[in-house]
C-alpha cells in the first residue's frame, strides 16, 4: 500500500478542509487535502449552495481569507462576464442577485476562486490534493491518530497517509468513527445541558434533513420537461404532520412562525436585479423562490449576453428528512440518497407540468436542468447539502444558551477567553428526521471558542467542518460558510503553531499564556475574535 508522510492531514475537501490546507500551506507546513467528490469546496461548490452569511458580512464578521475568497469570486465575474459598466462597478456585486446572500455566485466560479487561493502551494510543491478520495479506516496509539487509510475512488487504490495533526474536514465527521473518538449526533435531552428547546430525551437518530440542490433557468416556448420520475406520486401526495398541505405546493411554513405563508414562484423578473438588496436580518428573502437563490442574473449584464436567469434549488420543498445518512448502514444511507434524488427531481418535475402560474395556467414546462452549472451528470448537484455531522465531545461545547437572542437578550454575549472566531446566524434547523418541524431562533452575534475544537480526549485531531462541540440545536447557528470556514483555518493554524511550538492543543486551550501567544498569531492573520457592538436578530 503507498504511504504518505506529511505535517498536516485535512481529510475531506469542503470550505473548513480548504481553509485548512490554505492555512497550514501559508504557515509553510506540507499539507494532503482529500476530497470525496472532484471539486474542492463543498457547500460552496459540490453541493451548489450559495453563503448564507451575517448581515455585516461586508464590514466585519469573517476572516481575512474569507473576505479574499470573496473577492476573488466577484473579481472573477469582472474579468471575464459581460457586466453592465454600473454592475462591475460596484464593490459589492451580488452576481445573482438573490436576497439570500450578499454574494449568490455559480459554484464553478467559487470553484475557479479557490483553485486559484491554493495554486501556488500546489506548485510549491507544499499541497497535495487527493480528489475521489475518502478515509476508509485509521490506525490509531492510546490518544493519538498515527494515519489514515484512504480510497481512490478512481482507481480503487488504498493509500495510508500519516501526519503529526490530522484535520476531520469530512461533511459528517467520519473520521470521529474510524479514530474512535468520542462524539454525539442528533439531539441532547433537555437535561444535559438546559436548552430550552431541546426535547426531553437523548435522541441520536433525530437529526435536520439534508437536500440535492440543482439549477435551472427557464427557456420561454420551449420543452425541457424530464421523464417523469419514478416516485413522483409518492412525493406529489406526501404531507407532513406539520406541513399546511401538500410538500409539493407554494405554501409553507414560515420557518420562525410556522404559520403557514404561500411562497410565488415566476421565473425571469423584469426588474433590475441592481436594486435588490439581500439582508437576512430585515427579510430571509424566501417568499419569492426564483430570486431568493439566484446565481446569475442576466439584467446585470450587456443586453443580449443571457437569455435567462439562473436559480439555485434548495428550497423547503425538497429538504430530505425520511431517512439518515450519519450511522446507518450503507444499505440505509444508499436508499436515503436515492429517495432524496427523487424528491428533488420530483419537484422539479411538478414545477414543469403542475406548478400554478400567474396567469392561471399550470407548469413551467421551459424550465431546464441546469447539470452543466453544478457539474455532474444527472443534473443535481455532486453532492447532498449536510446540514448536520458527527460532533466531538469537546472540552467546551457552544448550546442554545450561549447563542439565543431569547435567553441573553438583543444585545447579550457570551465572551471566551480562548476566542479563536466570531460568527452571526439565527438557530435556523430545517425538519429533522425525528418528526420536527423547523426550529427557528432569534440569535445574537456570538464568538467560537477553542474549547470547542478540541476533543475531550485525543490529542491531536482536530474538526474543521460542523464536527465541532455544538449541540443539536446551536449547530443551527454554526454551519454556515463563513464560520466553518473560520474553524478550518483555525484548526490549521493551531497545528502548523503547535508543531513550530512543540505544544498540543489541549495546553494552548488550558494554559493562559500559551493561548495568548496563538492568539497573536491568529490577530496578524486576520482572524477576528471579538464583535463590535452590533445587535443579534
Not at 448564507?52 to 476572516?63: L, R, S, V
Not at 418535475?349 to 402560474?357: D, F, G, M, S, V
Not at 475544537?453 to 490529542?459: A, G, H, K, Y
Not at 446551536?474 to 508543531?499: D, K, M, Q, T, Y
Request: overall charge negative; proline content about 7%.
Amino acid at each position: 500500500m503507498p504511504e504518505l508522510n506529511t505535517d498536516v492531514l485535512v481529510v475531506g475537501g469542503g470550505l473548513g478542509g480548504v481553509a485548512a490546507a490554505l492555512a497550514a500551506s501559508r504557515a509553510g507546513r506540507r499539507v494532503v487535502l482529500t476530497e470525496e467528490t472532484d471539486w474542492i469546496g463543498g457547500q460552496l461548490t459540490s453541493q451548489a449552495v450559495p453563503p448564507d452569511e451575517n448581515p455585516w458580512i461586508e464590514q466585519f464578521g469573517a476572516t481575512a481569507t474569507y473576505r479574499e475568497l470573496r473577492e476573488g469570486i466577484r473579481g472573477y465575474y469582472r474579468r471575464h462576464y459581460p457586466l453592465r459598466a454600473r454592475a462591475a462597478a460596484d464593490p459589492r456585486l451580488n452576481p445573482g442577485a438573490g436576497r439570500v446572500s450578499k454574494l449568490c455566485h455559480e459554484p464553478r466560479v467559487a470553484l475557479a476562486a479557490l483553485e486559484a487561493m491554493l495554486a501556488p502551494h500546489r506548485s510549491a510543491g507544499r499541497l497535495t490534493v487527493l480528489l475521489e478520495t475518502v478515509p476508509v479506516a485509521a490506525e490509531t496509539d492510546g490518544d493519538h491518530v498515527r494515519a489514515v487509510e484512504l480510497l481512490d475512488r478512481r482507481t480503487g487504490r488504498h493509500i495510508t497517509a500519516s501526519a503529526p495533526y490530522v484535520i476531520d474536514a469530512t461533511e459528517c465527521g467520519d473520521l470521529l468513527a474510524l479514530t474512535k473518538t468520542e462524539y454525539v449526533t442528533g439531539a441532547e435531552s433537555r437535561d444535559e445541558y438546559d436548552e430550552p428547546h431541546a426535547p426531553a430525551e437523548a435522541a441520536p437518530g433525530n437529526q435536520q434533513g439534508f437536500t440535492f440542490c440543482f439549477a435551472i433557468d427557464h427557456r420561454a416556448g420551449e420543452d425541457h420537461t424530464i421523464d417523469r420520475p419514478e416516485t413522483y406520486s409518492f412525493w406529489r401526495d406526501y404531507r407532513p404532520a406539520f406541513w399546511p398541505g401538500p410538500l409539493l405546493g407554494l405554501l409553507a411554513p414560515h420557518p420562525r412562525t410556522l404559520e403557514p405563508v404561500p411562497r410565488t414562484f415566476a421565473p425571469n423578473p423584469d426588474e433590475d436585479p441592481l436594486d435588490i438588496t439581500a439582508d437576512q436580518s430585515k427579510d430571509g428573502g424566501d417568499l419569492d423562490l426564483w430570486v431568493f437563490r439566484r446565481i446569475l442574473a442576466r439584467g446585470l449584464h450587456e443586453p443580449g449576453s443571457f437569455d435567462s436567469d439562473i436559480t439555485l434549488v434548495n428550497w423547503p420543498m425538497n429538504d430530505f428528512w425520511l431517512g439518515n445518512v450519519v450511522d446507518v448502514d450503507e444499505n440505509t444511507v444508499n436508499a436515503s440518497l436515492t429517495a432524496a434524488r427523487q424528491l428533488s427531481f420530483s419537484l422539479l418535475y411538478w414545477l414543469q407540468t403542475e406548478a400554478p402560474r400567474p396567469d392561471g395556467g399550470t407548469g413551467w414546462p421551459g424550465l431546464r436542468l441546469r447539470g452543466d452549472v453544478t457539474g455532474s451528470a444527472d443534473g443535481l448537484a455532486k453532492a447532498p447539502y449536510i446540514r448536520e455531522s458527527r460532533r466531538i465531545r469537546a472540552v467546551t461545547t457552544v448550546t442554545e444558551n450561549d447563542v439565543s437572542l431569547d435567553v441573553l437578550g438583543p444585545y447579550g454575549r457570551v465572551s471566551h477567553a480562548d476566542s479563536v472566531g466570531i460568527g452571526s446566524y439565527h438557530l435556523d434547523l430545517h425538519p429533522s428526521t425525528g418528526g420536527d418541524t423547523y426550529i427557528d431562533l432569534e440569535s445574537v452575534p456570538f464568538e467560537i471558542p477553542l474549547g470547542a475544537m478540541i476533543p475531550r480526549r485525543v490529542r491531536n485531531l482536530l474538526p474543521a467542518a460542523k464536527n465541532l462541540g455544538t449541540t443539536h440545536i446551536s449547530n443551527g447557528s454554526f454551519r454556515l460558510h463563513p464560520v466553518e470556514w473560520n474553524i478550518g483555518e483555525v484548526a490549521a493554524r493551531l497545528a502548523a503553531h503547535c508543531l513550530d511550538t512543540g505544544t498540543e492543543p489541549h495546553q494552548v486551550q488550558g494554559e493562559e499564556s500559551r493561548f495568548a501567544e496563538f492568539a497573536q498569531v491568529l490577530d496578524r492573520a486576520g482572524v477576528e475574535r471579538r464583535w463590535p457592538d452590533v445587535r443579534g436578530y
